[in-house]
């Protein structure tokens, strides 16, 4: 039964274990934020972002009119676009494919991801009741929750109609599987939310599921509409997730070392929330007595739990503090850059150049990157 | 571009006009209820039907057991896998599908559209917050709302999948469009409440959206896998839609004339929330004084708004008592026969036999259905 199929990919868990025991050489270490050009290592793929983006923003006429504008909103305030210039870059790597009938395809798998993306955003803000969300306010604020749940869903079936139009068997099968996987991500960090006694390998699961999952879909299924050849599918397949945890592990390190207005909500806000991330587990680990850490926010958490909530942000703030001050962001960050340095090395079999070149530079990104 | 298709089927609202207007002459006349056997019905495709439950009871094993159980519980307790039925029955009017290896192409479509089925109804339970479906409890009740948003998209990325596992992309891309159609239909619904001068049309656009669209993609999903002509892929299309509108007019009708124990609720639940229902339009439109009716709803609604809802309630409980003592209720079941005798005719350049003879059974069933 292919629901069955595991979650991790087998290779993970031991292999970062041995990484984190003793640091491989890195190469690449940390520089002045800013410094790269996203918009140059985009210029190569500049069409076909532009047609991902026509497509997305053709997304309104069906519903009624507050809807459609908030779509718009929700949808025109953008982000990056990160998954579908990945996936973009990765279908060009062989070659050939921009100007051909073939690359409406990959425009399709572009924006599916974007939009499989924007969906769980729609419904984390059910989720985490957050205000902000890319800088904009989110549906929830203007509709009520049911709505945002039925605008997610109408995303979620707009997103499995652009993975239809890629008309490829393999890609449809991975939206819908990467769908799952993302969810169940979503409920592992719901049902581990407040044990401060989980393993940090739980991270690690949730983080490939709930984000490394869907850079996966980009760069796999860009290799397969590039019918490029299995090895190589594979290696891309791999690229996405070393890519996509770091990216994942970066954000998580700039929940904690942010202020408020790049972020849009506190520091420590993923903490405060009761969900742990990878420089908590740093944190905890260097600490000369984590137990009694440990013991001290369980028992704040249960007066939060019995209405009063001043300890539990008291004892939140206090460890943020301490936590910025100390060597766990950088332990993490050194996490991110082993991932990073994994994801270059998944692109050895693959031709050199402009395109290699600019997922390459995407890497050095994700770990400078300070927004 | 795809996504700005009209939602109505062009043929529709202007042909139930005349039908109301100077009905037809209508077969099917109401009989005692429950005389009819759906499993004698069902009989020529009980072993797809096992194998759709087969494939719907195996979605547990990748998620953690809480919500595995809960899945278990919602999805085993089944209704009358209606859905899936009329798709295997579909499937084999032109004989010679059930035994082949392309059989489990109707056996997927048949477990999508009831996974898809089933996922509406989790979101249902947060949408409506009603506390019993199939009479078991929701997952709602025990689960938080958060929780069942993310088990209704657990659910509709399994939808997703079994539809890509009919490994036919027309299929497919009805699959994704009818998710869509559906949550348009249930955005209709909300945008409506508690509006008593809408238009009938308005009901006629949301049930077509929020029900009947899924019978049509039972229907003429199983035609395409059939590889019946475009013709009769059409005549599908048509006997789905047809079904599935008298199949939810019949479902509005006992929301007002069932009794708590059938319905699990309280008569007019729907009326009590805002959704106006068919008998309602016609209750309106036989009273010799519709503007107060109006005019007393709407300022009981305003009381209720402001946190005194004693007066809606009693305004409901008034209104459906009076409705249930007039011919409001006649007027909508008539409405039910003109559209399952369109269903019957729909079926008229099939071929004659026992799965045309189970398909037309239905549709005496569903006139009769008494819960």
Redesign the interface.
Known sequence: ?????P?MPQSFPSKLMDATARPNVVEMTPQPSGALDVNALFAPIRPGLRQVEAKLC??D????AP?ADAFINLIGSGGKRLRPALALLAAELNGGMQGTPRYSAVIALGASVEMLHTATLV?DD??DGSLLRRGAPTLNAHWS???T??????L???A??F???T?N?RV??L???T??TI??G???Q??DRYNFVQKKDNYYQRIYAKTASLFCAATQGAAVLAKLPEERIADLYQFGYNFGMAFQIVDDILDFIGDDTTLGKPAGSDLRQGTLTLPFFHYLHQHVDASSVIAILEAAQIEADNGDGAVWNEAVTGLVQDLRAGSAVEAAREEARIFLRRAVDNLAGLPDGLYRHSLQGLCEFVVRRTY
Chains 1, 2 share one sequence.
């Not at 749940?149 to 109408?154: D, F, H, T, W």
């Open positions: 039964m292919l629901i069955s199929q979650i053709g997304v006429s069906a519903l009624f809807l419904h059910v989720i929750g049911v709505s749940v039925l605008a997610g869903n109408y979620f079936g707009t499995a109609r993975s239809a139009e008309q068997m449809i099968e939206f819908s599987d769908l799952r969810v169940d979503e409920l592992r719901l049902k």
